[in-house]
């Protein structure tokens, strides 16, 4: 029993020893010094100066030194090439021109301390510690963005003009390289036939003045935005009959009328929902009674805003051609007058005026002048003689009416007193 306690205490003691002796191993040799060798990104410091002045880093602005490095193992294990940096200070540069700067300082890991830097050594740098580069005068520019379609729409579809926003960005980079661009541009491209409006975020690209597409990356060209909203509405097509309303009138029918209009139709573009409604469209009235054989009228084309005249025709022009009537003009003396000025005395000049009537040949020759009357409203006139617009109106036969509509006559009033 004696013994296993004098094995186990030898036991304890010889581990004891066994641990001392590589604490002190271990210890001298993370202390003992080595080399390494890293490929170190070069940081330049004082930029924000440089762009006070209308300057930037072109040739140059991202570039790698190599350092051979001489510390303790222990500062070593905790270098890479990924938390080391060497800083170049570029804030007292004045004009463009080629540079060449030593280092301004090395950064280490925020983990090892200063006293552990202090171990540090660079045994050697590539360049001699002179890092070289260009600077350039920067120049901003905005300029527009285009849309550009790479795809077809289908059939009875049309495809409209992009909206896309923002409409402008701008182009910052070397002065030289930024008159090389002309615009932006936005492209859509669609395998399938669009049938509907596309809208989506889209990437743009810099477009020269020879129309090619400039490589940004190494003209080191920015934007401000790397990409731009887009849509590209696509409306559905659809051809729409031109008609007008017949008024009949002046003895005549709508079965009296020819009607002749150009263009019949129009080509009108819109939502489904919109042109599903629309059968035709009304240009307005033609009244038969201000035509006497042919006339001409001249009528614009309007549509609502929801949809779009695509053939671009503004005004349409109908001609109406009368046939199958008979036309007789009468001397007509039945003169009435109405809303006569109080005070005045009203005396016409005008005696009598030709009035022409239309209709079927026998309905129109049973016609007698005292059928005719010719009313004058005086509402407003003023005294003295006046020409004054007249209705006229025929009495006692639906088959015959009176054709045109600007009859007046001259009246004479006087106030009386």
Same mark, same amino acid.
């Given at each position: ?10 036991? +304890? ?34 930029? &924000? ?34 938390? @080391? ?16 700067? !030593?280092?301004?300082? @090395? +950064? ?18 590539? !360049? ?13 520019? &905005? ?49 399938? &036939?669009? %049938? ?8 743009? %690209? ?6 090619? #597409? ?10 401000? =935005? ?19 309303? #017949? ?24 939502? /489904? ?6 059968? /035709? ?31 671009? #025709? ?17 001397? =007509? ?13 009203? %005396? ?6 030709? =009035?022409? #009537? ?13 059928? +005719? ?27 015959? !009416? =009176? ?15």
């Amino acid at each position: 029993m004696e013994k296993k306690k004098e094995n186990k205490a030898l036991y +304890i003691a010889l581990s004891v020893l066994l641990a001392i002796f590589l604490w002190l191993y271990v210890g001298s040799d993370l202390n003992q010094e080595d080399e390494s060798t890293y490929s170190v990104p070069v940081v330049f410091t004082g930029v &924000e100066r440089l762009e006070e002045r209308g300057l930037m880093i072109t040739d140059g602005a991202e570039q790698k030194v190599t350092l051979k490095i001489r510390a303790p193992w222990k500062v070593l294990t905790k270098l890479s090439k990924d938390n @080391i940096s060497v800083t170049v200070d570029v804030s007292n540069i004045t004009g463009p021109g080629s540079q060449s700067s !030593g280092y301004s300082s @090395i +950064i280490y890991p925020s983990n090892i301390s200063r006293a552990s830097i202090s171990s540090v050594s660079i045994v050697s740098a590539s !360049g001699d510690q002179n890092i070289k580069y260009t600077v350039a005068r920067r120049s901003d520019r &905005e300029i527009e963005v285009r849309g550009v379609f790479n795809g077809e729409v289908a059939e009875g579809f049309q495809a409209g003009e992009f909206s896309i926003t923002p409409g402008a960005v701008t182009v910052s980079g070397e002065e030289d390289a930024v008159k090389l661009v002309d615009y932006a541009q936005v492209v859509v491209s669609q395998e399938d &036939e669009l %049938q509907e409006t596309y809208s989506g975020e889209r990437p743009i %690209q810099l477009v020269g003045f020879d129309g090619s #597409i400039l490589d940004t990356k190494a003209l080191k060209l920015e934007t401000n =935005v790397d990409s731009v909203y887009v849509t590209l509405p696509v409306v559905k097509l659809k051809e729409i009959p031109l008609t007008v309303e #017949i008024v009949e009138g002046g003895g005549a029918r709508e079965s009296n009328a020819r009607v002749e209009i150009e263009p019949r139709s129009i080509m009108v573009s819109g939502s /489904e929902e919109a042109l599903d409604g629309i059968k /035709e469209l009304s240009l307005g009235q033609v009244e038969l009674y201000k035509v006497f054989s042919q006339d001409t009228f001249t009528f614009p084309i309007q549509l609502n805003t929801s949809l779009e005249n695509v053939s671009g #025709i503004t005004e349409a022009t109908v001609t109406v051609k009368i046939s199958g009537l008979t036309t007789r003009t009468l001397e =007509v003396d039945n003169i009435e007058f109405i809303n006569q000025p109080e005070g005045c005395t009203v %005396q016409p000049v005008t005696q009598s005026r030709l =009035v022409q #009537i239309r209709g079927e040949e026998e309905a129109v020759n049973a016609v007698i002048p005292s059928q +005719i009357s010719i009313v004058a409203d005086l509402k407003g006139a003023a005294s003295g003689n006046q020409t004054i617009p007249v209705k006229v109106y025929l009495n006692g036969s639906s088959d015959v !009416g =009176v054709v045109g509509g600007d009859y007046n006559i001259v009246v004479n009033i006087k106030r009386n007193g």
